[in-house]
């Protein structure tokens, strides 16, 4: 059999639009340890969107490290929407370079900027699958796990933005069926932020740890939904795949959950590997100083301005929040939140991690653009495919166009 590796275009198969409710021409429903999940079927798919996976991270949760959900509220949850997005960025500075490219027809679009509509609350912390219909019926045949993770310079972004329709369907007009599972995580200060206190409360990098758990999620329910948890691939694109390179180091390379892995692929579109300073250092702790400024937390009296920025209201944190530079202003790459080595989830910057071989030894798949990265060996490393040393390459079977 001929196989073709082309993840770039495969991410373009996600259509970078809010897919509306589907109509219910079948209810699909499964059932989890936590409850009944109900969804939506069309055109040969079924949805099951906006499945909580962890407690709310509200009020004295907030900024802090998740919590696995046990039981949906009263015992169901009604998947059949388009779920929810995490608070975003929104006071982008557009460069003007960067403006002039973006009122261009379709590339704001096409980038997923602006994406993340509906509802946008701080309890965010949910799971999508899409599936082919009929997956749980397939008793002769668990099926594989595609996990995506979105970018937006964590700051944006939500599976909202992605439809996977076409992509389901198309895995199985080729007789290599799939089950595609989105997966939302907490955002800019809700999710990233920095700072010596937040080192030392264990607050850092709760982001990764959204994303963690829900592959933990996945190892607990994915069967439920006639998916293969030992045949789990993460894919990301931008932030989402410095995310995947950061599961792969996470826990100095453990990506074991009850004994087993939790994935054994990964695919990096537009990202990977990515220097960052400590999560209490000089950049990271100016943007904690400032937002805990903007909030109202700058003298915090009896409590730590941690504990300040839990209990201000939610509008007042957003705002606090979007009081730094984004990641599309004049700071571009230096972002205001990322991911940081904090010792313990990341116990070092990423490329240490690489050089050490602390990561996880899975076939690996890394995608870059022309011109996105420029090296004085490279002419043009459009479509480049990079394979750490001692890997294989992971094949995706896909169709051979001419």
Same mark, same amino acid.
């Given at each position: 059999m001929k196989y073709t590796i082309? @993840?770039? *275009? #495969? *991410?373009?198969k996600l259509v970078t639009s809010t897919p509306l409710p589907y109509p219910n021409t079948t209810t699909p429903t499964v059932v989890l340890h936590a409850g009944t999940v109900t969804g939506a079927a069309s055109n040969g798919v079924e949805y099951f969107r906006g499945i909580p996976y962890a407690q709310a991270p509200t009020g004295s949760q907030r900024l802090k490290p998740p919590v696995r959900l046990d039981r949906f509220a009263n015992g169901s949850v009604q998947a059949t929407g388009v779920g929810p997005a995490c608070p975003q960025q929104t006071n982008v500075d557009i460069t003007p370079l960067l403006l002039e490219v973006f009122v261009i027809p379709g590339v704001a679009e096409t980038l997923g900027f602006g994406g993340a509509t509906g509802d946008v609350t701080e309890d965010c912390l949910t799971i999508s699958v899409t599936r082919p219909k009929g997956a749980h019926v397939r008793s002769h045949k668990k099926l594989p796990v595609l996990f995506w993770i979105y970018g937006g310079g964590f700051e944006n972004g939500s599976p909202q933005m992605y439809d996977a329709t076409s992509l389901v369907q198309e895995s199985v007009a080729q007789g290599k069926p799939m089950i595609f599972v989105a997966v939302n995580y907490r955002l800019g200060a809700f999710g990233f932020l920095g700072g010596d206190e937040v080192l030392k409360d264990g607050a850092a990098n709760l982001g990764l740890l959204d994303q963690r758990m829900g592959l933990e999620w996945v190892a607990d329910n994915i069967e439920a939904f006639g998916g293969d948890k030992d045949a789990v691939t993460i894919w990301g694109q931008s932030a989402g @795949?410095?995310?995947? !390179? %950061?599961?792969? @180091? #996470? !826990? %100095?390379?453990d990506n074991t959950y009850k004994g087993c892995a939790l994935f054994r692929g990964a695919i990096m579109n537009s990202g990977s590997i990515t220097p960052t300073e400590p999560v209490d250092g000089v950049k990271a702790q100016g943007i904690f100083d400032a937002v805990a400024e903007a909030a109202g937390c700058g003298s915090a009296g009896n409590s730590t301005k941690l504990e300040c920025l839990r209990g201000v209201e939610y509008e007042m944190f957003l705002a606090a929040s979007n009081s730094v530079p984004s990641f599309l202003s004049y700071n571009s790459l230096a972002f205001s939140y990322a991911p940081r080595p904090d010792g313990r989830v990341l116990t070092a910057s990423p490329e240490v991690l690489a050089e050490k071989g602390k990561y996880a030894a899975v076939p690996i798949i890394i995608g870059n653009q022309e011109n996105e990265v420029r090296r004085q060996d490279t002419k043009n490393i459009e479509n480049e495919l990079t394979i750490i040393p001692g890997h294989r390459l992971l094949p995706l079977p896909v169709k051979h166009h001419q």
């Open positions: 082309h @993840a770039l *275009a #495969l *991410a373009a @795949a410095i995310s995947v !390179f %950061d599961q792969l @180091a #996470l !826990f %100095d390379g």
